[in-house]
């Protein structure tokens, strides 16, 4: 008699295991940040034993890294969401970088975790450098809209969003020291005199 052979399975007895991990594990950061993650720990969080994560993972990197692709496409959305009633050129650039601020404030341990070493990652995980990109996006459109020669629009949007990332980091590490009810403010302000600067 032949058997026939076994299929890869995509659920276990609470529903969809890489689903489940990737929720485990964003708890986790939000709690304790990246560092904190072991698989160990995350198959206790969803009830399987540890080894069962490989057979959706080849290993932790993986996984984070489809965690961080996940944190990008959420961050897409508060972007899309800021800018969607503002015109291409500084009111926008101001919107987006604002927005990155915020959600940084709201978010301290995702935002770092995935602005941190992830990025770097891309090259090795297609979907999320993809997710990556298609956030620059939104500040090349920016960008586009101030005037400037098509040619600079590209890389002038990357160091802005660099910019605002770093801003935001020093910010939840408390090396910028200003005020939480003037921290806003202060956001707006600085994205203005970088675009004026890089426009």
Excluded at 36 to 42: A, F, N, V, W, Y
Excluded at 47 to 70: Q, S, W
Aim: net charge positive.
């Amino acid at each position: 008699m032949v058997r026939k052979a076994a299929t890869k399975r995509t659920t276990f007895r609470h529903g969809n295991l890489p689903d489940a991990l990737m929720k485990a594990a964003i708890r986790r950061i939000e709690e304790h940040g990246g560092a904190s993650i072991t698989l160990r720990d995350l198959a206790q969080d969803t009830g399987v034993n540890h080894r069962a994560i490989y057979r959706h993972f080849p290993d932790k990197e993986a996984l984070l890294a489809d965690v961080a692709e996940r944190i990008w496409r959420d961050f897409i959305q508060h972007l899309r969401k800021a800018v969607a009633n503002e015109a291409p050129g500084e009111p926008m650039l101001v919107a987006a970088g604002l927005a990155v601020f915020t959600f940084g404030r709201k978010n301290k341990n995702i935002f770092l975790f995935a602005t941190g070493a992830y990025p770097s990652l891309g090259v090795r995980f297609p979907r999320l450098e993809a997710a990556i990109m298609e956030a620059l996006q939104i500040f090349v459109v920016g960008f586009a809209g101030t005037g400037i020669a098509p040619n600079l629009v590209v890389a002038r949007a990357g160091v802005y969003i660099a910019a605002m990332q770093g801003l935001t980091a020093q910010y939840l590490h408390g090396r910028l020291r200003v005020a939480p009810d003037q921290a806003n403010a202060w956001m707006r302000d600085t994205c203005s005199l970088l675009i004026k600067g890089l426009a």
